[in-house]
């Protein structure tokens, strides 16, 4: 079975803070998939980004970056100078190739807020 | 590249009533997923579509099915409705399996 926790329900910064949201998951496939989405207040959830189980490499993208780390089974997101427009509901999210297929397992989703 | 269209935006319907969703994925996108969202439950997946097939089924009851056509396009359908169906339906399209999903802006389902 896969599993997928994100242990902050909420967390509220001022602008220009740094915050990192936490992903711990778990899974019995050899070849995993993880995700993070957005869900602003309008409800589309926005794809931010993609990972596959053998590729360890943090990748940082503007204001935001991600750490994998397969020893904790843990990948989690920072946002830098955070804004009032990050905003929103975060997920976190898995697949397994063996056993899930394209099945998405969600967290239960972290609540940001940036205020000004 | 548009993006993935689901209709209506809104429904309000009575407890017993039939609801069909509608779902057009992104261009070239064979595989189709369906999910609800609710306060209490979370994002859970409902069912999968490939090819017209159904490839991987969540934990729901039959009332829930779905189909999918031959230009991907993709309904679902929620028979004798409950309260407890009132929830936020999205539509997610992909390339493949493993691939990352884009979803629509949902369809919110009430129910009374």
């Known amino acids: 079975a896969q599993k997928v926790t994100q242990a902050q329900t909420e967390i509220s910064v001022v602008e220009k803070e740094d915050v990192t949201l936490d992903c711990v998951y778990e899974?019995?496939?050899?070849?995993?998939?993880l995700f993070w989405y957005k869900q602003p207040p309008s409800g589309e959830l926005v794809f931010l980004i993609r990972?596959?189980?053998?590729?360890?490499q943090n990748e940082i993208s503007g204001r935001y970056s991600w750490n994998f780390q397969k020893s904790t089974s843990s990948f989690n997101f920072t946002i830098t100078a955070s804004q009032v427009v990050d905003s929103a509901v975060y997920f976190c999210?898995?697949?397994?190739?063996?056993?899930?297929?394209?099945?998405?397992?969600f967290g239960e989703g972290t609540q940001l807020t940036v205020n000004p | 590249k548009a993006g993935v269209t689901q209709t209506p935006r809104y429904l309000i319907k009575t407890r017993g009533q039939q609801v069909t969703l509608s779902c057009s994925p992104i261009?070239?996108?064979?595989?189709v997923s369906w999910y609800q969202q609710t306060p209490g439950q979370g994002l859970q997946f409902l069912f999968e579509?490939?090819?017209?097939?159904?490839?991987n089924k969540g934990n729901f009851p039959g009332r829930f099915s779905g189909r999918q056509f031959s230009n991907s396009r993709s309904e679902m359908n929620v028979s004798t409705l409950e309260l407890g169906d009132s929830a936020l339906y999205l539509c997610?399209?992909?390339?493949?399996?493993?691939?990352?999903?884009?979803f629509g802006p949902g369809t919110r389902l009430t129910v009374t």
């Open positions: 997610a399209s992909s390339a493949g399996r493993g691939y990352e999903q884009y």
């Open positions: 899974t019995r496939d050899t070849t995993y998939y």
């Open positions: 990972r596959n189980s053998f590729d360890e």
């Open positions: 999210a898995l697949s397994g190739k063996e056993t899930s297929g394209s099945r998405l397992t």
């Open positions: 261009s070239g996108h064979r595989s």
């Open positions: 579509y490939f090819s017209e097939t159904q490839r």
